[in-house]
């Protein structure tokens, strides 16, 4: 029993590093894709992030909660798309401690490009796996993680 649960162990931990290293390779080579747009990944995950709002206002907590990797930095990353124009911040009006953030047009078009050199970077990689692969797939991963 013991040599079973030893071998069981070897793989899952081989799967987890195969897992590991999948993310950061996705991650490092979408920086890539987008630091030829002049924005990192956090900042285009808040710029999805409000997006997704559909011009509805965000609070900091909210996108934070959101982000694909948690930040304690998104105030400096709203800051950041602030300064390029890319989001807008206001003060709640229901709660002077909260600000509300939304993205701009501006924001919206440079979205719009970036989103498109991140398909292209996937899309080499789309037909390596088929629908009920990716299905399977992420039905296992999102198991790991409950």
Same mark, same amino acid.
């Given at each position: 029993?013991?040599?079973?649960?030893?071998?069981?162990?070897?793989?899952?931990?081989?799967?987890?590093? @195969?897992?590991?290293?999948?993310?950061?390779?996705?991650?490092?080579?979408?920086?890539?894709?987008?630091?030829?747009?002049?924005?990192?990944?956090?900042?285009?995950?808040?710029?999805?992030?409000?997006?997704?709002?559909?011009?509805?206002?965000?609070?900091?907590?909210?996108?934070?909660?959101?982000?694909?990797?948690?930040?304690?930095?998104?105030?400096?990353?709203?800051?950041k798309?602030?300064?390029?124009q890319?989001?807008?911040?206001?003060?709640?009006?229901?709660?002077?401690?909260?600000?509300?953030?939304?993205?701009?047009?501006?924001?919206?078009?440079?979205? @719009?490009?970036?989103?498109?050199?991140?398909?292209?970077?996937?899309?080499?990689?789309?037909?390596?796996?088929?629908? @009920? @692969?990716?299905?399977?797939?992420n039905?296992?991963?999102?198991?790991?993680?409950?």
């Open positions: 029993m013991y040599i079973y649960c030893m071998g069981m162990s070897k793989v899952y931990f081989q799967t987890i590093l @195969e897992i590991m290293k999948t993310g950061h390779w996705v991650t490092d080579e979408v920086t890539q894709v987008l630091k030829r747009h002049g924005i990192t990944e956090p900042q285009y995950n808040v710029l999805r992030i409000l997006q997704g709002a559909k011009g509805q206002p965000v609070t900091v907590g909210a996108i934070s909660e959101g982000m694909v990797q948690r930040s304690s930095n998104v105030t400096r990353i709203v800051d798309l602030v300064a390029k890319l989001a807008h911040r206001t003060e709640c009006p229901t709660n002077r401690r909260k600000m509300d953030i939304v993205i701009t047009p501006a924001g919206l078009k440079a979205l @719009e490009k970036m989103d498109k050199a991140v398909l292209a970077f996937h899309r080499p990689y789309l037909a390596k796996l088929s629908i @009920e @692969e990716l299905t399977t797939l039905n296992l991963i999102q198991k790991l993680r409950s």
